[in-house]
């Protein structure tokens, strides 16, 4: 073992560099200048998220401290965050909040469970089977406003194909709930007649590409596990629970955070099928109610309230979706 | 590696081949008396679309015996392990497991157990999940189930592994987990799909070793398929050697080593691979030998007997490069070309007056020839194999 002198001595004796001339020293480490070197070229992003994410963002949050005056012309004057509280407070905000929760909770999952659906079945080694995929992921391809307008006129009371099943009102005109629970809480999540109409045609539109992603997540299952788990003796059913289900989980979980998302943001049909956020505003979801506060109501304020508190809502779900879900998902391979 | 607890699979355990029934009982305490673990394929075809997998196969392997399935890649060996199995359907023929026609039955009510070549685990399940996932398939009750698994995890050395994911695990460990996969629930028969080829070379040539004394412990019916004949040698009880989809020979190994067939067994088995060399049939003064590029070399008497029947011609002589001798006198004049020194032994390559490869096999204390030089070597005449040109089966079979 070397003493401390014994080192001293060794550097000394390993020094014969000192006497040469002092070579020129780099003035930062390779890790700084790489660090530079990463912020130089995020620049150009950073300049664009600024001008059309951040800053109208931020001007949004502080539009909402002031009231809008009911008539044209009139100055708006500041009421800080009382105007959030008033608005977050409304049962107006908290009916719309519920509908859209609601809407969220029909479309996200039976649109997942029926992509799965269709996956498996469509994941066979069968002739002519690629005809069916083709079928089952169209809807990609077809725009909102097309899946409104095949469902408004399936739906129509006068000519719709569903007419047979339809009582009076119209099925996109019955605010009445689906089915009547005579428990206070759960009474006001129950979805109208119409909110289900239109989760329908959402479910419809979504279906391709809920096909395509758990189409994906399965052909990233190797066969040979499948094969494993029968010679194991599990039956189909205990396959597909224990190692399909399983190795989906990552592509489930992304498709579940995402539809999410995509269902809190959901317009273009709630505003096709069901104008004015439907009859007894029971499809008035946040992004319409916004949308109608802007538009008709013409009061900015209430309006950046709403979408602060949008923001707010889905940030915080996908939060709790990170924190309950993720623990169950498996991203081994 | 291995513990030595002993594997109380089968009471009455004994070696592999013998004849006559045995008794068995498992755990639970239900004993039989039948040949429990016997494999039988019969006329089995397999076509893929216009590819013939696997042609009219017909095998039967016996209780408790290791069959090695060999052959290049693509010869059918893997479809053929995967019909026992049950994953595939054989387009022709028939399947027994046990005394069992196993056509009709699926691939889970089987009773056998597969170790694949990529090891197949469960990825998002611990060591010990995968483990008992066959015995909770089979809705074994838990007390059961943990004994048996700790059974299992002991002879393979895996105790301290069980909470860890396959993905935290080497290569040798993935394999061993595997294995134990397959005994937890003692099955009729193993089928192993080349299960050693993904581990480095120094880890394979352990595991064979592990291998053959698991296999004793367990005294089970196996059913392997490799392309490596190291393996086919050292493991099997008997080697099937298939090629293109053909049964082409099935033997004990040391017959398929001494005695190969037909010229693709007598090629694909021996490394370096046995020389083969065109020639035609002579007889002079009584004596019958082949006559090549470079000399005649005299065929031994059964030898030349069994060549000498029909009007055969065309043959192709075979001799393994350790049954060469170079010297300064003998039968055939060829020219030094390379020399491959290995340490323990060298090969030396020469060249035949026609430009047709031979291999010489010899120890490394013999002092090698010099590149260019011209040899005569001599043949070692009881090791002579002949093969007609035509149909490139043995003459002496």
């Known amino acids: 073992m070397s003493t401390p002198v014994d080192a001293a001595v060794d550097l000394r004796a390993g020094e014969p560099a000192a006497a040469a001339p002092p070579s020129r020293r780099r003035r930062f480490s390779s890790g700084v200048r790489e660090a530079g070197l990463a912020y130089v070229l995020l620049v150009p992003a950073f300049l664009v998220f600024s001008v059309f994410v951040f800053y109208p963002f931020l001007r949004n949050f502080y539009l909402g401290f002031f009231s809008t005056p009911p008539f044209p012309g009139q100055p708006k004057h500041y009421v800080g965050i009382d105007q959030y509280r008033d608005v977050l407070s409304s049962t107006d905000f908290l009916d719309s909040l519920k509908v859209t929760i609601t809407f969220a909770i029909i479309t996200v999952p039976i649109g997942i469970a029926l992509g799965i659906l269709l996956a498996v079945l469509a994941h066979q080694k069968l002739q002519g089977i690629g005809i069916y995929r083709t079928f089952f992921s169209s809807t990609v391809a077809t725009s909102v406003a097309v899946a409104s307008v095949i469902f408004g006129t399936l739906l129509s009371p006068q000519v719709g194909l569903l007419q047979g099943i339809q009582t009076e009102p119209s099925i996109l005109q019955n605010p009445d709930p689906i089915i009547n629970i ?3 809480v759960i009474r006001s999540f129950i979805p109208s007649v119409a909110l289900v109409a239109v989760a329908v045609t959402t479910i419809w539109q979504n279906l391709g590409l809920s096909f395509i992603l758990m189409s994906a997540g399965l052909q990233a299952v190797p066969d040979d596990l499948q094969e494993a788990a029968e010679i194991d003796g599990a039956g189909p059913w205990s396959r597909f629970w224990h190692v399909t289900l399983p190795l989906l989980s990552p592509t489930i979980f992304f498709a579940f955070v995402v539809g999410s998302i995509f269902a809190f943001q959901t317009f273009g049909q709630i505003d096709l099928l069901t104008p004015r956020g439907g009859p007894l505003k029971t499809t008035n979801v946040l992004t319409y109610y916004i949308y109608d506060q802007l538009q008709f109501a013409k009061n900015d304020g209430v309006a950046a309230v709403l979408a602060i508190a949008l923001f707010g809502v889905t940030l915080i779900l996908t939060l709790i979706q990170f924190r309950f879900l993720e623990r169950r998902v498996s ?3 | 590696m291995f513990s030595d607890r002993s594997w109380p699979v089968r009471l009455g355990g004994r070696g592999p081949r013998e ?4 008794l068995t009982a498992d755990r639970t305490g239900r004993a039989s008396e039948e040949s429990v673990g016997r494999v039988a394929i019969r006329g089995v075809t397999k076509r893929f679309a216009d590819v013939t997998a696997v042609d009219d196969l017909t095998l039967e392997v016996a209780d408790e015996e290791f069959l090695v399935l060999l052959g290049p890649s693509g010869c059918g060996k893997s479809t ?8 595939e359907e054989p387009t022709a023929g028939s399947i027994e497991i046990g005394e069992r026609p196993v ?24 060591v010990r999940r995968n483990i008992e996932f066959p015995l909770k398939s089979r809705r074994v009750p838990a007390d059961e189930r943990n004994r048996l698994v700790e059974e299992a995890t002991k002879m393979l050395g895996l105790e301290a592994l069980l909470e860890r994911k396959p ?4 290569g040798g460990q993935r394999q061993r987990v595997a294995l134990a996969r397959a005994i937890v629930r003692r099955p009729q028969a193993f089928l192993m799909d080349e299960p050693l080829s993904n581990l480095d070379a120094k880890l394979r040539v352990q595991t064979r070793a592990e291998l053959i004394e698991l296999r004793r412990r367990l005294g089970a019916t196996i059913v392997y398929v490799t392309h490596d004949q190291v393996e086919a040698m050292t493991m099997g009880d008997r080697i099937a050697v298939l090629d293109q989809g053909v049964l082409q020979q099935v033997d004990v190994p040391q017959d398929v080593y001494a005695r190969p067939a037909n010229l693709f067994v007598a090629r694909f088995i021996g490394n370096p691979p046995m020389n083969t060399v065109d020639g035609e049939m002579v007889s002079s003064n009584g004596t019958t030998g082949v006559q090549i590029r470079g000399g005649v070399i005299p065929l031994p008497p059964p030898l030349a007997t069994a060549a000498g029947r029909g009007d055969r011609r065309e043959v192709v002589l075979g001799v393994r490069p350790e049954h060469l001798v170079l010297g300064s006198e003998g039968p055939i004049s060829a020219t030094v070309s390379v020399v491959e020194s ?9 060249r035949l007056e026609d430009g047709q490869l031979v291999i010489v096999r010899q120890p490394s204390s013999v002092t090698p020839p010099a590149i260019e030089s011209a040899v005569r070597m001599t043949a070692d005449a ?8 035509a149909t490139e089966e043995r003459v002496d079979a």
């Open chain 1, 182 to 184: 005579n428990l206070p």
């Open chain 1, 331 to 333: 991203y081994e391979r």
């Open chain 2, 19 to 22: 004849g006559g029934p045995i």
């Open chain 2, 80 to 87: 053929a392990l995967r019909m026992i199995a049950g994953l």
């Open chain 2, 103 to 126: 056509n009709d039955v699926e691939a889970k009510d089987r009773d056998v157990a597969m170790v694949f070549q990529s090891y197949a685990l469960y990825p998002h399940m611990t």
């Open chain 2, 167 to 170: 993905a935290q695990l080497s």
């Open chain 2, 342 to 350: 290995l340490g323990h032994e060298q090969h030396v390559i020469c």
């Open chain 2, 382 to 389: 009881p090791h002579l194999h002949l093969f007609d040109s």
